[in-house]
Structure formats: C-alpha cells, structure tokens
C-alpha cells in the first residue's frame, strides 16, 4: 500500500491558491520560501519538505516540470529566493517510509564547544553518524532537529565519518551555512586530525599530494584508492602531516611501533586521511576498511574498540563577525588511553 503526499489539484484560475482535490485526498501543496531558506538549491529544498520520498523520485519530478517556481519550471540546481512559491507535486511514499516518517529519531543533544545565534559547534562521538541514509535512520541533525523544536533552521556545515570523532559544526541560519561552506571550499579553515598510525611515521614525510579515486565495490560498498596524476578520475587531494608522538614496539605484547600524528588536511575528499596515511605503508589503528585486519584483532582485545581517528581542532573565521574561531576537541576517553605521551 502507498500514502500520498499531496494529489493532483483539481483546476483552478492562475493566481488563485491551490483548493483542495476535490475526493478529499491531499493536494499539490505551495510553499512560500522563508529567509533562511534562501539561496537553497532546489532540491535540497525540496528533500526537507518531502521526508521520506526517495533522492531519484524527488529528481523526477523536478525533471517532469511538475515542481514549479513562481508557475514557472525549474532545474534542480536553481536556488531559490525568499518570496518565491515551490508548487510541491501530490508524491507516493510506502507504507515503511511513511511508518519511518512517524516514527522520527530520539531527540539528543550533544557536548558543546561553542554555541551562538549563528552555529553549533559540538563534538561528535564515534559510532554517530552525521545524518540518515546508507542503512542509518537517523542521525546526528535529525536527533538535535528534534531536541530543538523550535529552532527554525539546522544545517550541516560539512561531514565527518561515522567511525570518527570530534568537532561538527552545523549552521543556525542559512547565511552563516553559506559564509562557512564557502570557507572550507576556499581552503580558508584549517582542519586537523589527530590519528594513530601504525609503525614509526619518517619525521622528514610532512606533505602528502596524491590523488583520490572513489568507487564503488560489487556489493555497493563505497572505497576510496590513490590513483595517478593522469587519471580523469582522480581528485587532488593534500595531506599535511606532523609526527606529536611516537610508541616503541612492544615485541612480548605482539605489537609494532606507533605514531599519533596531526594531520592537517587541505582538502575534503571521502576517507582521505585514511587512504593518505594507508597508502604510506602506516594505517590509521583500527580502521576496518583500509587498516592491519589481524592487528586491529590484536587491538580490540586490549580495548581499542574503533579507529584511533578525531577531528582535534578547527579554525575558521565567524560568518557574522569575522573573527577568527579556534576550537579545540580533547581526545575522548576510549582514545586517550592508547595515545603515545608527549615526549
């Protein structure tokens, strides 16, 4: 069984709003764009005021011409400007994303490093993702969406992976989300991570510039590999590298050397710390995907539970004032243990 969102209008005079169908059914609904909507694209848009239709369905009807602004048709990358009315098309959902949407995610706040009218900084534990999607119901923004209410607008300002920890910003109006992407698109934000490698990390490797190939597996998992500067496919991808400490090798405990490191990324790409470090013959300790299976195995026994990855300190200039921001996460407490001291 499907559920309707919306149904096909009955006629009406242009300029007119659009009445009710006329079976009781829902109708094609307008949406009059806010401020903080402005300068959206399209589909984004749309993906929030149609929870639960699918990414390829919501193109659809975009590329239909059912989707209109101000009457007139539009393309999925048209940003769209407070005033405007989106005509929202009656859309079919199943019976289990329809049960989804009923049922949101638990409402959950997170530890705070900063907080003003304009963004959210938190640190994010491990084991959270950011968002739903990929097998995930929810997660992070839905969940603070819902301890939030009233908050008229929550947006991611960019990612980290699920396995990682550490310092998240999300934007509280659609101006300070625009002035921060912008930032880490310009390469304006300095990102750095702290990951424990295995092995001892050659102190003179400081730069690492080799592209970044995404693919896909046969069973649809998504992989990243360097590839060659002459591949079409390959992303420049930068990764600067400072070795804060390093750990003998501890031959009676079965284990090699390790360094932790600070990794400064220049650049965004899908898993690039991890196939950066990886590629260098010095794994992140407990990455599952790129990682030392059989020493991962080792780890977890002694009670490395996950990837030794966390998003350690973010500097980037405030989207009201300008002032320039330094956060700084702490290791959290299933990592600190395993850190190398200082020497």
Same mark, same amino acid.
């Given at each position: 069984?499907?559920?309707?969102?919306?149904?096909?209008?009955?006629?009406?005079?242009?300029?007119?709003?659009?009445?009710?169908?006329?079976?009781?059914?829902?109708?094609?609904?307008?949406?009059?764009?806010?401020?903080?909507?402005?300068?959206?694209?399209?589909?984004?848009?749309?993906?929030?005021?149609?929870?639960?239709?699918?990414?390829?369905?919501?193109?659809?009807?975009?590329?239909?011409?059912?989707?209109?602004?101000?009457?007139?048709?539009?393309?999925?990358?048209?940003?769209?400007?407070?005033?405007?009315?989106?005509?929202?098309?009656?859309?079919?959902?199943?019976?289990?994303?329809?049960?989804?949407?009923?049922?949101?995610?638990?409402?959950?706040?997170? /530890?705070?490093?900063?907080?003003? !009218?304009?963004? +959210?900084?938190?640190?994010?534990?491990?084991?959270?993702? $950011? *968002?739903?999607? @990929?097998?995930?119901?929810?997660?992070?923004?839905?969940?603070?969406?819902?301890?939030?209410?009233?908050?008229?607008?929550?947006?991611?300002?960019?990612?980290?992976?699920?396995?990682?920890?550490?310092?998240?910003?999300?934007?509280?109006?659609?101006?300070?989300?625009?002035?921060?992407?912008?930032?880490?698109?310009?390469?304006?934000?300095?990102?750095?991570?702290?990951?424990?490698?295995?092995?001892?990390?050659?102190?003179?490797?400081?730069?690492?510039?080799?592209?970044?190939?995404?693919?896909?597996?046969?069973?649809?998992?998504?992989?990243?590999?360097?590839?060659?500067?002459?591949?079409?496919?390959?992303?420049?991808?930068?990764?600067?590298?400072?070795?804060?400490?390093?750990?003998?090798?501890?031959?009676?405990?079965?284990? /090699?050397?390790?360094?932790?490191? !600070?990794?400064? +990324?220049?650049?965004?790409?899908?898993?690039?710390?991890? $196939? *950066?470090?990886? @590629?260098?013959?010095?794994?992140?300790?407990?990455?599952?995907?790129?990682?030392?299976?059989?020493?991962?195995?080792?780890?977890?026994?002694?009670?490395?539970?996950?990837?030794?990855?966390?998003?350690?300190?973010?500097?980037?200039?405030?989207?009201?004032?300008?002032?320039?921001?330094?956060?700084?996460?702490?290791?959290?407490?299933?990592?600190?243990?395993?850190?190398?001291?200082?020497?």
């Amino acid at each position: 069984m499907k559920h309707i969102i919306g149904a096909k209008p009955a006629s009406h005079r242009p300029g007119h709003p659009v009445p009710p169908a006329a079976s009781g059914a829902p109708a094609a609904r307008l949406i009059g764009v806010d401020a903080d909507s402005a300068g959206q694209r399209l589909d984004n848009f749309l993906l929030r005021h149609l929870k639960g239709v699918p990414k390829t369905h919501v193109y659809r009807i975009i590329r239909s011409g059912e989707v209109r602004i101000n009457k007139g048709r539009a393309s999925a990358d048209t940003r769209v400007q407070e005033g405007d009315q989106v005509r929202l098309p009656p859309v079919r959902v199943s019976d289990k994303i329809a049960e989804k949407a009923e049922r949101p995610a638990p409402a959950r706040e997170f /530890p705070l490093l900063l907080e003003d !009218e304009h963004l +959210i900084a938190i640190d994010k534990p491990a084991g959270t993702a $950011v *968002h739903g999607g @990929s097998g995930v119901s929810f997660g992070v923004i839905e969940q603070l969406r819902q301890a939030r209410p009233q908050a008229k607008f929550l947006e991611l300002v960019h990612r980290l992976d699920r396995e990682t920890s550490g310092i998240l910003l999300v934007a509280k109006k659609r101006s300070a989300l625009t002035h921060l992407q912008d930032q880490f698109r310009e390469r304006e934000t300095g990102k750095t991570y702290l990951a424990l490698v295995i092995g001892a990390w050659p102190a003179n490797k400081k730069v690492i510039d080799s592209p970044l190939h995404k693919y896909l597996q046969a069973d649809g998992e998504r992989r990243v590999r360097v590839t060659t500067p002459d591949d079409p496919d390959g992303m420049r991808s930068i990764t600067l590298v400072k070795v804060r400490s390093t750990m003998e090798a501890r031959p009676d405990e079965g284990l /090699p050397a390790f360094s932790l490191l !600070e990794v400064t +990324i220049k650049t965004g790409r899908t898993h690039q710390i991890r $196939v *950066h470090l990886a @590629s260098q013959g010095h794994p992140i300790a407990g990455d599952e995907k790129y990682g030392d299976f059989d020493l991962n195995r080792r780890l977890h026994k002694q009670g490395l539970k996950r990837m030794f990855l966390h998003a350690w300190r973010l500097q980037f200039n405030h989207p009201a004032s300008g002032e320039r921001i330094a956060l700084l996460a702490p290791l959290p407490p299933d990592l600190a243990p395993f850190a190398p001291p200082a020497p």
